[in-house]
């Protein structure tokens, strides 16, 4: 059994802001399946790997397929920008309102849980789903459950 590779982030309701880039990323990948959302910034010639920001146990999503630079905030009850919808959804389970923003738009996503990894998968290659084992996980930048 392989275990994720030491430092990576743990966050709790504390820590409001999880995640912090001025990177292009576009949705790569979604398994409705399994709920799993991939939203990817790639390796270019300035950086060698690749960023996958994975939401788990996605219910709900309102956000552009692709953006420049990425900052993920946790929602709570005390925000005014929470609507009713965003409530509703979050109340379906043991979720999470997640706002995501960038430079030119403000986003909201519902989900369980997020991890943040690097990785050198090719453009085809995902890092969602359960048959590729750990692949494309190795290395774990951030874990917000």
């Given at each position: 059994?392989?275990?994720?590779?030491?430092p990576?982030?743990?966050?709790?309701?504390?820590?409001?802001?999880?995640?912090?880039?001025?990177?292009?990323?576009?949705?790569?990948?979604?398994?409705?399946?399994?709920?799993?959302?991939?939203?990817?910034?790639?390796?270019?010639?300035?950086?060698?790997?690749?960023?996958?920001?994975?939401?788990?146990?996605?219910?709900?999503?309102q956000?552009?397929?692709?953006?420049?630079?990425?900052?993920?905030?946790?929602?709570?009850?005390?925000?005014?920008?929470?609507t009713?919808?965003?409530?509703?959804?979050?109340?379906?389970?043991?979720?999470?309102?997640?706002?995501?923003?960038?430079?030119k738009?403000?986003?909201?996503?519902?989900?369980?849980?997020?991890?943040?990894?690097?990785?050198?998968?090719?453009?085809?290659?995902?890092?969602?789903?359960?048959?590729?084992?750990?692949?494309?996980?190795?290395?774990?930048?951030?874990?917000?459950?």
């Amino acid at each position: 059994m392989s275990s994720c590779p030491k430092p990576f982030l743990k966050f709790n309701l504390k820590n409001r802001n999880i995640f912090n880039t001025k990177r292009y990323f576009t949705i790569s990948d979604y398994f409705p399946s399994h709920k799993q959302l991939l939203i990817r910034s790639s390796k270019t010639n300035e950086n060698s790997k690749n960023i996958d920001v994975v939401f788990f146990g996605v219910n709900y999503l309102q956000i552009p397929t692709s953006f420049k630079g990425m900052s993920i905030d946790v929602l709570d009850k005390d925000d005014l920008i929470i609507t009713k919808e965003l409530e509703t959804f979050r109340n379906l389970g043991n979720n999470y309102i997640f706002k995501i923003s960038s430079e030119k738009s403000i986003s909201f996503l519902v989900a369980s849980f997020v991890r943040v990894f690097e990785n050198s998968l090719e453009f085809n290659e995902t890092s969602l789903g359960i048959s590729n084992g750990t692949k494309g996980r190795e290395v774990e930048l951030i874990r917000f459950i």
